[in-house]
């Protein structure tokens, strides 16, 4: 029987490896904020679809057991003191995840949704509670 983050882990693989996907879940992602689009005026985003292919994929590992080390390692570029990205952009950084994974998952449904959201809320939120440390 499949767990959650097994179901995840299916979902991501289906949908993570059409061409578009990063490029789709970045035109998603900034279209929700101003603040947002402001954070990658001036980022490579072949670079950064590269490093979001394997941030979601910790969170996936994180959530099937694999140690908090990369999780840690996000948080701590992520905080005030590097990054600045703030805990309420997660939101919609998820919001924009699950828009792109409805558009690319020849799966998906509500439910996988839910999934999603359940699987990977616990690797963000160290992450957001990482942002004052």
């Not at 299916?10 to 879940?25: H, I, L, T, V, W």
């Not at 992602?29 to 001036?42: L, T």
């Not at 590097?82 to 439910?111: R, S, V």
Request: hydrophobic share 40%.
């Amino acid at each position: 029987m499949s767990t959650p983050a097994d179901l995840v882990f299916q979902s991501y693989g289906r949908a993570c490896n059409q061409a578009d996907f990063f490029e789709y879940f970045y035109g998603a992602f900034m279209s929700k904020s101003e603040d947002i689009r402001a954070m990658f005026k001036n980022t490579k985003m072949e670079t950064q679809r590269g490093l979001l292919r394997g941030g979601i994929m910790w969170l996936i590992m994180h959530a099937r057991g694999m140690p908090d080390t990369k999780i840690r390692a996000l948080g701590e570029s992520h905080s005030k003191k590097n990054m600045d990205i703030h805990p309420m952009h997660y939101g919609l950084w998820l919001d924009a995840l699950i828009e792109t994974l409805e558009k690319f998952d020849p799966e998906f449904n509500q439910e996988l949704g839910s999934t999603w959201r359940e699987v990977l809320l616990p690797g963000i939120q160290m992450i957001q509670n990482m942002y004052h440390d």
